[in-house]
């Protein structure tokens, strides 16, 4: 019994690789506009999301502020990638990502860094507790042969 559950159990690879994925799929979703997508990756109702010293109001909060702020257009909405990831994982449901993303909304750059825990809830890997801390880029001129 003991060997069929332990050959049950993901390796440590999967599981982060399993995290990894929700990441992807966030990053796609917010690329393509799709805020309820972007969202799957939260658990819902109850996510504690801080960002700018802040606290979101749960799962609705951070999809209303997200639709609010960068709802609209694409060009609103701008380009996300998620980077430089960290995973620790502390349990056998439970990890911390550690990672960088920039956001690209036209001329302005944002670059950040997410310190989140990931729950494994029925299966599924769910950030639980989200912390932003961002930065606007300032953008450097570049030469004109460069250009």
């Known amino acids: 019994m003991i060997a069929f559950l332990a050959l ?6 999967a599981e982060k690789a ?7 799929h ?5 690329n393509h506009g799709d805020f309820r997508g972007y969202m799957a990756g939260f658990k819902n109702p109850d996510v504690v999301f801080v960002s ?12 209303d502020h997200y639709v609010r702020d960068y709802g609209g257009s694409a060009e609103r909405r701008g380009k996300l990638h998620f980077y430089n990831m960290k995973i620790d994982l502390l349990a056998p449901d ?11 909304r036209g001329p302005r750059v944002t670059e950040g860094v997410n310190t989140r825990l990931f729950r494994k809830i029925k299966g599924k890997w769910l950030i639980t507790m989200n912390h932003v801390s961002a930065y606007d880029v300032t953008p450097t001129p570049t030469a004109p042969e460069a250009r």
Do not use: C, N, V
């Not at 399993?18 to 992807?24: E, N, P, V």
């Not at 700018?52 to 999809?63: H, I, P, R």
């Not at 439970?94 to 956001?103: D, F, H, K, P, T």
């Open 52 to 63: 700018g010293g802040k606290f979101q109001q749960g799962w609705q909060g951070t999809l």
């Open 26 to 30: 966030m990053e796609d979703a917010w």
């Open 8 to 13: 049950a159990a993901a390796s440590p690879q």
């Open 18 to 24: 399993a995290i990894l994925d929700t990441i992807h």
């Open 94 to 104: 439970a990890a911390m990502l550690i990672g960088q993303y920039r956001l690209i």
